[in-house]
């Protein structure tokens, strides 16, 4: 059965708690089968799993153990003729993380379980808002040209606001930034490896637009005395040189884009082929076999096969900052900090 057309509603109150309670498998299953029947499947027979196995491109073993770890949760009930699934309402849903049911949401595309880094995706989206939102709300506090300048040139207005001013305790991040640690953290995972790994997988999926590395040198000659009093952001190259790492650079593609990318590659699919995403698939296996069945003379056929049908589009790349931009002064100071 053809599942690429299916979609699942994304929450962002919701999804930070499916997050936070390592709920996001489940609620896949839980979201894509209600939104494509809100009423009720037959569960206890082979045609009624094969049913549901087909929408989610599983097997029958993977529906048997996602539709009992639903019943467990209480997210799915039994209809009173005793074969009968039926999913709880998103107001039954939202109350039992104490959320109010009035709450904004958006579809994303079913993508087997890649969508998982979709709806990861859409959180870290929020958090680069929120993070702008707060810096130009604290920003406005110090007069109304220098949120003009910073938009123009952020370390010009940086320059002004702690060397012109003397702002030195601007309480708050200096820069909308989205480390690995970070997103290790906003995933519910303790080790930076995740975050490394995340990554890969909004890279793969064509989600990261820019992913650069930011050094600076700050000394010629460095030493064990430096490296002391300064945190593992700072280290000494092989000529004895003291470099400082930056968070990278990073700049995320929307939800709504990667909903459009796919739905333009599927748009391009040879008539009559039967493309069906797997849930245990990679989103790179699952775009593979998307691109196998597609109209080879199309631009976007064209355009991913001279790049090896490599989906990301990221710009990456070294950028060595110099030593009198503000951004070093604050990250150096940071790193003394975390030391002492």
Not at 25 to 52: A, D, Q, V
Not at 89 to 117: C, H, I, M, P, W
Request: glycine share 6%; with cysteine; aromatic share 10%.
């Amino acid at each position: 059965m053809n599942n690429t057309n299916y979609w699942i509603k994304i929450f962002p109150q919701l999804t930070k708690e499916l997050i936070n309670n390592n709920l996001v498998k489940e609620y896949i299953f839980f979201g894509t089968l209600k939104k494509i029947h809100s009423s009720h499947f037959n569960y206890k027979k082979l045609k009624g799993i094969s049913r549901l196995s087909s929408y989610m491109g599983c097997s029958h073993a993977t529906t048997r153990r996602m539709i009992n770890r639903l019943f467990d949760l209480g997210w799915v009930t039994e209809d009173k003729n005793g074969k009968d699934l039926r999913f709880v309402s998103n107001k039954k849903l939202f109350a039992q993380f104490g959320l109010e049911e009035t709450q904004f949401g958006y579809n994303a595309r079913y993508v087997g379980k890649a969508t998982g880094d979709i709806i990861t995706l859409s959180v870290a989206n929020k958090n680069l808002e929120q993070q702008q939102y707060q810096f130009n709300e604290k920003f406005s506090t110090v007069g109304k040209i220098l949120p003009k300048v910073y938009k123009a040139n952020k370390a010009a207005a940086l320059d002004v606001l702690h060397n012109e001013r003397n702002v030195k305790d601007f309480r708050m991040n200096h820069e909308t930034i989205l480390t690995r640690a970070g997103i290790s953290k906003m995933t519910n995972k303790s080790s930076v490896t995740s975050g490394k790994n995340q990554m890969k997988r909004w890279d793969d999926m064509g989600a990261v637009d820019m992913d650069k590395n930011r050094i600076v040198k700050l000394s010629d000659n460095g030493d064990r005395n430096c490296l002391n009093v300064l945190d593992s952001s700072c280290y000494i190259n092989c000529k004895g040189e003291l470099w400082m790492q930056l968070p990278n650079k990073v700049i995320l593609a929307s939800v709504s884009r990667i909903n459009n990318n796919v739905g333009t590659l599927l748009s391009k699919v040879k008539k009559g082929a039967n493309v069906s995403f797997k849930y245990n698939a990679s989103y790179f296996e699952n775009m593979l076999e998307l691109f196998a069945n597609m109209d080879q003379r199309t631009s976007e056929y064209i355009y991913y096969s001279q790049r090896d049908f490599n989906l990301s589009k990221s710009i990456k790349g070294l950028e060595i900052l110099k030593k009198n931009n503000p951004l070093v002064d604050i990250y150096l100071s940071k790193s003394l900090a975390n030391k002492n």
